[in-house]
């Protein structure tokens, strides 16, 4: 039956009790993806009738902060302080606005409605989908979206075990057919939907790993084939630009969304849900939450901040692949060497001074007695040291430690971090953290968390989170 609009509003008695839900959705959704940023309401901007629907619409204007007309009301938003929208930011709160727009225009708006998927998963599974694919989330959009289909079968498969296994996997969905620069097989015409019900079949789990091998689904939301995602990434058309940072075990599925507006959403084994798009991991759902992720922003400040390239995108590098594996790690470029002995770096943990012949006898338990082992990075430059050698080495409890040229002063380093020489408020952290903020009064510093979180800080405050 073909949907009919519904005479709403001399039914819908109660419409501004179900616009103030509606602005509380919005709100609560905006601000778990925007912690600490600023959501309130102006004067009315016209005598909208509520039961008109929310009408959402994103003002924007360069010298203002961003405006949000919700049911006839503007609302103001702001960032947190320190912080700025920006046009990512932008498509996102677009995409909030549009998802609860839709839903609410199938609950009260249109009768028979076909599209109840909007209210499977998680609403913020939605404005994930509604960010990368917005057609799917316009009233006339012609089928639901595959996105938010595929983000449901990973967290269902997410509560399966395969032989006393957690479960990875994965899917790379097909762009418009119109933009196929690659060879594509015709979709076998018995092919299953690609959906949570899939998972139901335990041998499916064995099939796709997630990391080599990849279920292809087509335009229309079939199971078409299983790919191995090196070799169909390696056939892709060369996109212009290089490569934005990534984790080597993931670089591949990056690679293949480039070009052809495919996209690729992987259950890793550490069970996080990583989305890629346009060449870049987009999002990423661990802890429970979603986090919009914007790899080639945070490597050009970082980039900006070592001041070399090279130098810059090992160390970027080396904290991507640490944190896949959910190993901490400091890493530490200082200004001017001579300055940060002593007062940030203890000399004896310098690879760069000859202590002497090493000890004969290594005293376990001997802070000193790793300088033994100095000499192995004595002379070496990050640039020059292969990425798992200058993984194993940040990998070491304390701070990897270099200048600007790139050359190793220190690993495994103790940092010196007495807050009470540090002028300015140093808040309370963990001691990763708060070695991280001091030391990034003498350079930039990156720390890597083991829960898989990079940060950024520079001049004594963290710059960012990736």
């Not at 989908?129 to 009233?139: M, Q």
């Not at 790993?209 to 790919?227: C, P, S, Y």
């Not at 304390?398 to 050359?407: C, E, I, K, Y």
């Amino acid at each position: 039956m073909a949907p009919t609009s519904r005479l709403h509003a001399p039914h819908l008695r109660e419409a501004p009790a179900v616009a103030d839900l509606f602005v509380g959705f919005f709100r609560r959704d905006l601000l778990a993806f925007y912690p600490g940023s600023i959501f309130e309401a102006e004067e009315s901007s016209s005598e909208a009738d509520p039961a008109l629907g929310p009408g959402f619409n994103l003002l924007e204007d360069g010298e203002r902060p961003f405006a949000v007309e919700l049911f006839g009301q503007r609302f103001r938003l702001e960032q947190r302080p320190g912080s700025a929208f920006n046009h990512r930011d932008a498509r996102m709160i677009r995409a909030i606005g549009a998802v609860l727009n839709l839903r609410y225009h199938n609950l009260f708006q249109i009768a028979h409605s076909k599209r109840m998927e909007l209210f499977r998963g998680g609403s913020e599974d939605h404005y994930v989908a509604a960010y990368v694919e917005p057609e799917a989330y316009t009233p006339l959009a012609g089928r639901p979206s595959r996105i938010a289909s595929t983000i449901l079968t990973l967290r269902t498969a997410a509560l399966s075990t395969y032989e006393n296994r957690r479960v990875s996997t994965g899917a790379l969905l097909l762009g418009p057919p119109e933009s196929a620069d690659h060879y594509v097989r015709p979709t076998p015409p018995d092919a299953l939907a690609y959906g949570a019900e899939l998972t139901s079949l335990k041998s499916v789990h064995k099939l796709c790993d997630g990391k080599r091998t990849l279920f292809m689904v087509d335009h229309d939301g079939q199971l078409a084939e299983i790919i191995d995602i090196n070799r169909w990434a390696d056939r892709m058309a060369e996109a212009a630009g290089p490569e934005i940072p990534c984790p080597r075990e993931y670089q591949a599925h990056a690679r293949a969304t480039r070009t052809g507006g495919h996209v690729c959403a992987v259950l890793s084994p550490n069970q996080e849900i990583k989305l890629f798009a346009s060449g870049a991991q987009a999002f990423s759902f661990a802890h429970g939450r979603w986090r919009i992720l914007d790899p080639a922003a945070k490597f050009a400040s970082w980039q900006e901040a070592v001041g070399k390239t090279p130098l810059a995108r090992s160390l970027f590098q080396a904290a991507l692949d640490l944190a896949e594996a959910r190993q901490g790690g400091l890493f530490v470029v200082v200004d001017r060497a001579l300055e940060a002995v002593g007062r940030l770096i203890a000399p004896h943990d310098l690879v760069t001074t000859d202590h002497g012949p090493s000890p004969r006898d290594i005293v376990p338990g001997d802070p000193l007695a790793k300088r033994a082992l100095h000499y192995l990075a004595r002379d070496r430059v990050v640039t020059d040291l292969d990425p798992p050698v200058l993984e194993a080495l940040a990998g070491i409890d304390g701070a990897l430690v270099t200048d600007r040229s790139g050359r190793v002063l220190a690993f495994g380093a103790i940092l010196r971090h007495d807050a009470a020489t540090i002028p300015g408020f140093i808040p309370a952290e963990g001691a990763r953290s708060t070695a991280a903020m001091i030391a990034s009064r003498f350079g930039p510093v990156l720390k890597v968390s083991e829960d898989g979180v990079i940060s950024c800080y520079l001049r004594g405050a963290r710059a960012w989170d990736l």
